[in-house]
């Protein structure tokens, strides 16, 4: 701990940006844009730049993002998925195999899309499985290939939550499980989702909070990464 | 009303019975045993003896059986679905086709039993799926002749509850929901499969109260119902 | 399943529209309004409308109905159901009785109406009775002949969600208990009246999600239905 | 303030009786039993017992009452009601019209027992009516002359709850909603009841606790007197 | 019933207008605003002015006021109770005693001034006290000759909801305990408040809903008035 | 941190005894029953007494008692607080002033009287005031020296959990609340006192968990305690 | 009591400020800004005005404060903590010791500035640490001196709520839990924080209500207190 | 499809073993003991048995396992964490790593010899350590070297859950959450454990049921294969 404790770390007034995290993690910096405002994200964002890090701002919407856009031009910017991506340097592929993102509905994507993007900008090649429910399952069959080839898979769905033990009961890979808050009435904004999950008759699935596709796509680069990898930058 | 009014109906102490019911509905007596004594039950029993109706006593547990068979010998009594038989005529059939019970998994066999004799007193052919659960589609696809042929279905889950969702998907027939309060956890004793079934994601599907057997049973009997056999009984 | 892998079905960006569905159920195709914006719906309408068939959307706001109707001029929209409605060709009907839908307050009349248009474009006779709640019985009382003539009967209500066990104790006909989140307080957005119709004491009445008027007019169709109108389309 | 310190009331080890109350309620003395072991109650029997007043003890099951009765063997126990009652002065008639306790099943019938004892015991005329449900209604509308006879109504149900808005919706009287724990499932032990009730489109009604005869009683009896009555014994 | 069928009432498109209710209850036409436009307010209004009867708007915004008021110019509009009185008649004091509302916070005052007018045009004396919270108890001590004197007392409170028990223990008239959704986290919108009056340990406390002035203003009214005043209306 | 780690704690298969704690914070040892059968917390007991520190078990049923009292014949046990005590050295007394209890119920007694026995051992004058709930505030007003002379109040309440909030208004010291799961129904198993509680309108009121009378005892003795009685044990 | 009656308190419309407080209390006058208007509030600070007392008004957003400032132009606002302070006279320092806030997340600073400031004007040292959160340990332990120095420490945490049991397991000093409504989905407006606070396995945590920066710091300012300041100012 | 569909299992009354899981999984046969009786579990296990396999059977209690073990008398049971073990053939290691199993408390022991048990079974290099709570952090950082040496990480932890939070702060290999029923009242039976969890603010946490610690040791197993250990088995 005497060693932790001598890390370099920096205090600002309003977010202490925590760089030997990217050491530990060998991961880029994340900001958690939704109850931040732009001129504080900006300026976080300008201290990650110093360091050369990528940066992804998560949950951010196209408001603060027209004024942030003017301080990094080159951001590239997702309204769907609503993050924001600045590559400081290239991403290195560090897993082990691909990512497969299933989204159950459409109104699913948002969350599936911030998966994706968190998985990528983290070294992962990632796929996209749309619309893909239980109540259509001849969707999901007809990708078996696509779904059996996958070394880890996230499955994001709201109202009853049902596909991750569909997608758990086929492959025996690790699947983490995504409710969203799609749904209404006794969806309880989600919960029902989640708690379906969580009670779910397949082994081997886990589950992440209610629409965070960030937590997923960071747990499935965790879990797609050779140990190695994760063992080089310590000190 | 001044006619339903002058309808015969008799006061007893602790049970109102109510003899035109059944020429309302053309069905059998029922009783819900959970929260009478053995006393009870069997006065109440005696009184729709004399009508000649047969009789359904429910939720029924083998201390209370072992008091009433030596009062009504011929009862036929199933220690798994907890309910009580007594034939005063023989049973026709009413339906209009085959109501499909599918039960999930090897705990959720005491609630789709209820449902199975339920639909069978009242008049319809009934067949039971056993251990058909999403984690293991296959065994669901494996039945799919069974599932298309049926007029009403049944679907018997807990857990997640997801199976309903999967069924609904397949055919166009109605599909009634029986949430379970197997599982434990984030189950919260059969809430987390009853909210799911209520948001799922195929139409056509209705739910019943968690571990309401019973009610699935009786409500998939009128719908397999031709509305002929309903008004002939009204005066 | 390998034949359902063969049918024919198209992925498009944002929104997989499932032809076959409609194979299967002899069913209108239907989007879900609320999730999607004007683009995505009209995106969705065009593919649907090259297939013939016709087109139900439900949920559908003002704002957004006013974008679509320059590109679906002859579409009939419903602004207290909030519903639209394209008709590409005739509805045949196809169910064996009268749907009757039962409205208890001025404030379910949205949800009855929901339920009330998808009962129609798919293939059913029905009839709307407002404003008969519990607290007003000679309301339900003086339409008795109305109510006893249905096949099936949707009880759409807020508050406590009395109604349905009042109606299921009359008829002896499926009942499709809607519970919306008319009210406040210990209602808890419908959750009251959606718990109290599962616990309901009327045996035959099943629930749908709150406000779910489309999934009990959806429903009640099933219901209504032969059993060869479903076994047709069937290849 | 200064006045009501004076007032005498007595400490002792377990529970400080409080004879006061009865001369400012003109009530006799109540002890819940619930949570209290024979010789506790025992202990405070005696000492109401010097004042002179009637005793009520409810929620005693029939073990602890075997005990108590040798003590107080002209108690008279109600073993459906749970409730003890020691005479020590006849009772005075004090409400100005009859209390109607309408039970809706058979399994509420121990709570309304409970109501039933308490507004007997605080002098009022008190009449029982058994087993009409909201599914059965000409059961209740047979009864439509006692109904509207009622200065105050106590209706206890579980289940949905939904007997008091029917009740409150013929009425023009106070009436107090019991809502029970009988039921299962969604019914969450009571809560489905008690939430539907406090939604209640019957204006008039008000509610207390679950399962809470004896509060209902009490309150009834108070709604029951002439201000006059309550008046007198204020110093 | 064959009588009450045969009441007069009518049927217009958004809401049956009930005169036979008044004629039961000796009660002015209750109007709820919150779930309807101004359109149909008027509409209502304008059919009750027909009967020459008082209405009583509850939840009336007031932008649905200022479209109101140009067809109702002599109504009176209280923008903190957000109620809206229309006197068609002089109101008759038909209560015994007189009705005590009592406020526990300045944020309670919207729901206390509800039950007020409700109170007020129903027919009673009414008396309002401010701002007498549990935290401050010297104030309510202050106020125990108007507190004693009353018939019929209810008593308003957010947060924690304590006060109802406290009045309760003072005097031996019936308590009305309204909840109100004052208040942020735990209160859960005015669900500890709600449990908490439903668990007092003070008896003779009855609950409404959250929030709910109109419907315990209407309960006092009921509870203060002589029996024969419900019994003349009666045919 | 490098020096917390070579502080002497001691691994055993079923719990590691934490001897530092003691040092830190100058309490003595504490063992949770509840979870631990007879043997481990003998087992535990063994390795406190070598280290001669006094030892408080709490949550201790009379059957596993009567086991331990073989081994620590000189254990204090108090069956209605369920806690066993066994001195090793005599108390010290550290607080600053005198801790108040104040128990609102008959049927809170035992979480009060776990509350005094946690103080007490941990060093500080304790004082119990017995069944002053809300409902007969003037048994609280007659020992209002009492509690204004009191430097940390616990107030413990189960049903509405009123107490803290009125006590909080008379005093200017800090207010521990201890809900109690004492009641039913609405209370929640204590829910309804906590979520009550937390919303006091009394500032200066904090809160524990559910019938914690041991943490509610623990953290009185850190407020009552001075700053250096603390500081002196650090190294 | 009959004292406390006759302390001087005022009655003006909309609410009663209670001037003795302050003298029972030593501290200033408080007004909860989030349900009043700001000409509510101009009212009651005008009155708490000439008594000379500071004013705190807690939940003021920036649109009431333009109004409020052209009255109050010495007033010192806080947009961050939403807090205005008036000084009417210097503020008193009154604590024993230090009194330090520690803050897990950048969201999470609003609630910490609230009970900075509410601290402060009750006369504390108060010290502020930034962005400590438990996935980042090395930065709490990095300020362990500061942490071991206070007399009280207020611990300030959304998400997952675990800070506290990390802070009460290194200090023995009373540490006061402030769960706080930052996170999403299942963190239920931070419902998950508190409980998980109420369950902490480190002994010596309270709890205040979510997002009661307001009730954490006044409640630390009464701990950190000497009695005697206390007494004095009783009269 | 239609090669699964042709996959050998067979039907018996009570349960579907379902031997090609294992063809596709690579795993043993697992069965949950809780909802099945002795004589139920024994028959599944002779089936297994002939298949050769390996057999884990969960939540078994003693009482169960006396019956069994005169049936397979070399199974190995667990008496803390309630598991059997029967093994017909060697254990492969098939892990990359060392899947680590922290437990915060003593009372989480069972939970967490579950998952050791699962996990070793399945062919995994498995470390336990023990009572490493929050509020102890010293112990947690004594182990640092182990903890950083784990591939997998699995964290058993009731009450407030934190424990999750500080060690996925601390290593960058995926961490699975699970919440126990250790604790009472606000920890709601492991919901705010749960609900904790899922809000954690750690990256790379995902989260299994409440108790589930076979789920979580399975889900383990499969992030810890490589991938090529999967496919192996595919036909």
Redesign the interface.
């Known amino acids: ?2 060693h ?2 001598l ?1 370099p ?1 920096e ?1 600002i007034e ?3 940006v ?1 760089h030997h ?1 990217m050491l ?4 880029p910096e ?1 900001v958690y844009g ?3 405002n732009a001129t ?1 994200i900006i300026a976080i964002m300008e201290r990650i730049k110093e360091s050369g890090d990528n940066i992804l701002v998560t949950r951010l919407n196209e408001r603060k993002y027209r004024i942030i856009k003017d301080y990094f031009p080159h951001a590239q910017y997702d309204p769907v998925g609503r993050t924001l991506v600045v590559m400081n340097k290239p991403v290195e592929i560090l897993g ?2 691909k990512i497969l993102v299933i989204c ?4 699913d ?1 948002p969350v599936a899309r911030e998966a994706v993007t968190t998985a990528e900008i983290m070294g992962n090649e990632v796929e996209l499985l ?2 893909v ?7 999901l ?2 990708k ?1 290939d696509v779904i ?1 080839s996958a ?1 880890v898979l996230i499955v994001v769905a709201g ?4 596909l991750p ?2 997608v ?3 492959v ?3 699947v ?1 499980a995504v ?1 969203t ?32 596709g ?2 997923a796509g ?2 499935a680069s ?2 797609n990464r050779r ?1 190695e990898a ?1 063992e080089d930058p ?1 000190p």
Not at 24 to 27: A, H, L, P, T
Not at 188 to 206: D, I, P
């Open positions: 701990m005497e932790l404790r890390l770390f205090e309003e977010a202490m925590d995290r530990r993690c060998g991961f994340v939704e109850s931040k504080q082990t195999g159950a509905g459409t109104s994507i749309l619309d429910g239980v109540s259509g399952l001849h969707r069959f007809s078996l059996m070394n109202m009853e939550g049902a033990s569909v758990g009961g086929i025996s890979r690790p983490i409710p808050s799609v749904g209404y009435g006794a969806g309880l904004r989600g919960m029902a989702a989640l708690l379906g999950m969580l009670s779910s008759c397949a082994a081997g699935v886990t589950v992440v909070n209610i629409d965070n960030f937590g960071y747990a965790l879990m140990l994760y310590l």
